[in-house]
């Protein structure tokens, strides 16, 4: 049974501006689990292909310590599979029109491989690319990754030339990951690697479409069971619209005969009790300073840090009395929340929590 809500429209408004010339590259960031993946993968790509336009799908955090090979390999990997395709709409397995020999692209470069083992360089990859000539479109996701080391640098660097600075308007971009601080870092910040040269899209939220078709999804397996759309619609929202969630709890009420959403909540949805335990163990692991400051932005008080105020609002969540509280130790502490993607910059100088189940989880351990 296929629980794939489709959003078609959605692609489909997305690649018509592309192909008016209206968007080159776009970012779609939404908090975790909302189907970000799953919109690129299921709905985005096949249409792709039906538009004869080259797809590539590049996960950044497929091996986190190097998304240069991760994106060679992707390139390689996408061509590879889509030869036949490929040999349909373009001549480039004529003959002679590919310099780098594609029988490498047989040899399995493994993501474990070192670098020095791998048989393309990135410039290959783009050279691939470019030979093809043809509309591509490069589906980045986890991109927010990119701007987490500065090791990373020189392959963002490279990978915004060839995709920004080109004379024809063939390769597009789209970039999605679930932390809007990587995407500040990556996108809106003015040093940053992709300054301006993405326009941000909204993920739209999951809706009563979405109930109404998993509801219909029920209703054929089931033979005939229609389930309350409201309270479907309710419980849809009170699970943060996490699609994953809501599908688990319909396959359970399937399984187990319940029709009821508020007993099924009860009986089904252990994600919500699973959490704590996960970010028990995480905020433990914190330094002292980070659980302060991070309870305080919890509870809205994510701001004026560095103010004699905001030192005194730290020192007051702080349980030991022995940790230093400067503005340079604050910083830090912000520092590292960042980069754990725990926190973000709502807007200047405010900031919030990524997550809101975990938001949830430290406005209880705060009160
Ligand atoms: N359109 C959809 N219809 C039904 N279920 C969906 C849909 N999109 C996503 N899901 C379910 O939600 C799960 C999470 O989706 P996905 O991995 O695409 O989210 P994500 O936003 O990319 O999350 P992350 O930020 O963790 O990468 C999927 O494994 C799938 O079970
Ligand atoms: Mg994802």
């Not at 955090?61 to 390999?73: G, S, Y």
């Not at 780098?100 to 691939?128: H, M, R």
């Not at 399937?254 to 009821?260: A, E, G, K, M, S």
Request: proline residues 4%.
């Amino acid at each position: 049974m296929n629980w794939h809500f489709p959003r078609t429209d959605y692609a489909e408004h997305i690649l018509n501006a592309m192909h008016g010339g209206l968007l080159s590259r776009v970012t779609i960031f939404a908090p975790r689990k909302r189907g970000k993946t799953q919109f690129i993968q299921r709905d985005v790509m096949p249409l792709c292909e039906s538009k004869g336009i080259f797809v590539v799908y590049v996960d950044f955090w497929q091996d986190k310590d190097n998304p240069e090979a991760v994106f060679i390999q992707s390139v390689i990997r996408a061509i590879e599979e889509r030869k036949s395709w490929l040999s349909k709409v373009t001549d480039i397995f004529k003959p002679n029109k590919i310099g780098v020999s594609l029988s490498k692209a047989s040899v399995d470069i493994g993501l474990e491989a070192k670098q020095e083992q791998n048989p393309y360089q990135l410039f290959d990859a783009f050279e691939l690319l470019n030979k093809l000539n043809m509309p591509t479109l490069l589906c980045l996701d986890e991109v927010q990754h990119l701007a987490t080391r500065k090791e990373f640098e020189n392959f963002t660097a490279a990978l915004r030339s060839f995709m920004v600075n080109r004379g024809d308007d063939l390769v597009k971009g789209i970039f999605t990951g679930s932390s809007r601080e990587g995407l500040e870092k990556l996108f809106r910040h003015t040093k940053a690697p992709f300054y301006n040269s993405a326009q941000s899209l909204d993920f739209p939220a999951l809706d009563e479409k979405f109930v109404e078709f998993e509801l219909g999804v029920v209703k054929k397996i089931t033979n005939g069971v229609e389930l309350n759309k409201e309270d479907a619609l309710n419980t849809l929202i009170e699970q943060h619209r996490e699609p994953a969630r809501f599908v688990e709890l319909l396959q359970q009420m399937v399984l187990n005969q319940v029709v009821d959403f508020s007993e099924a909540m009860k009986r089904f949805d252990l994600v919500v009790q699973s959490h704590p335990q996960e970010f028990q163990d995480l905020f433990e692991q914190l330094p002292a300073l980070d659980k302060a400051v991070l309870l305080l932005i919890a509870r809205g008080n994510g701001k004026n840090f560095y103010t004699d105020k905001g030192i005194r609002n730290v020192k007051l969540m702080l349980l030991d009395d022995s940790v230093n509280v400067t503005k340079s130790s604050i910083n830090n502490a912000l520092r590292r929340l960042k980069s754990e993607n725990l926190i973000f910059n709502i807007k200047r100088g405010v900031m919030g929590i990524e997550n809101p189940e975990l938001e949830k989880y430290l406005i209880a351990v705060a009160s």
